[in-house]
């Protein structure tokens, strides 16, 4: 996890308020300036254990980060010198830096056609900084864009967000077949969940704080849930004989089909949001592609559950021959607090939110 010393909370300080900054700026250089400072926080935070593959990554992560801000800034200058202002949200601007703008927070944010990165970077990383890479780091990037969107409504550039967004989604189901590594699979879901965030910027801005706030729940229960199992790999599931620990990892399977969208679970609350807001404001067919996608990633969760379940009856014969430790250690302890609340948060939590879904769309 984050290191406890001094500059691991200066270092988160400076991650956070860097996003802070860009959502609470209206100009483009300031805007520019919080994401840049956002990027020189997280980047400490990816490489103070010193492991060679952490550096790795985290040179792959500066690499892409500086290549979208060099495209922010060029789009923007673009639009500064068609206006002659540094204000963000204006009517007179330049098609071409709009573009360059847009592109460059599809890199920031890993997606189609910029997703090559996200697996690469995030196999090698702690589970915490794979947390905050799949939240906290989308967060300023998709709320711009979705300020962008609803200032400026260019229908030929709307078109094409709305292709991405699906293509994005298939990308993220195709990508997780037939992967072992656990955070590679992660990855690819994240690319799938930015392509629903993009719809949803496109839709409404309410549906996009409600699957943002669901996603990021989700996501905490479950690297928290990857770290207390200290699961690294597929393979390392169901193997166990440790009843505890099966329990950990069935809550993780039961938080995977979550995320992938399952009902009745937190999930499908949050998939259900943006095919509610996407029915009353644009046309239902527009959100195939990201069915298409999803159910493509709710295979290969079921196929994980399939093969936990074959795997645990097979070492069902030795559990005899086994002695449980006497002092199960920190994470073992916490799993048996995180289990049920993580389930109680997934099946609790999805008929609240349908429920407050279903008021607010009543009072519209």
Known sequence: MLSMMPFGFLFSFITFLGSIISLSSVHWLSIWVGLEINMMGFIPLLIYRGLTMETESSIKYFIMQALGSSMLMFGSLLSFNLSLSWEAWQHQTSPLGITLIILSLFLKLGAFPFHFWLPEVMMNLSWLNCLILTTWQKLAPVFLLTAMTQSWNYQPIISTLFIMAGLSSIIGGLGGINQTQIRTLLAYSSIGHIGWMTFCALTSESALKIYFIIYALISICLFMNLWTSDVK????????????????????????????????????????????????????????????????????????????????????????????????????????????????????????????????????
């Not at 259900?272 to 067919?285: E, G, L, V």
């Not at 609790?348 to 407050?356: D, H, Q």
């Open 233 to 364: 790999s597929f393979r390392h599931i169901g193997t166990t004989k440790n009843e505890t620990s099966k329990a950990g990892q069935l809550t993780l399977i039961f938080i995977l089909l979550s995320l992938g969208g399952m009902p009745p679970l937190l999930g499908f609350a949050a998939k259900w949001t943006a095919i509610t807001f996407s029915s009353i404001i644009y046309s239902p067919a527009l959100i195939f592609p990201l069915l298409l996608g999803s159910l493509m990633s709710l295979f290969y969760y079921l196929t994980l559950l399939f093969s936990m379940t074959f795997s645990s009856s097979m070492t069902l014969i030795s559990t005899n021959n086994y002695q449980p430790q006497n002092t199960p250690d920190i994470p073992s302890s916490l799993n048996i607090l995180l289990t049920p609340m993580i389930l109680i948060i997934n099946f609790a939590g999805a008929f609240l939110v349908l429920n407050m879904t279903s008021m607010f769309i009543d009072f519209l």
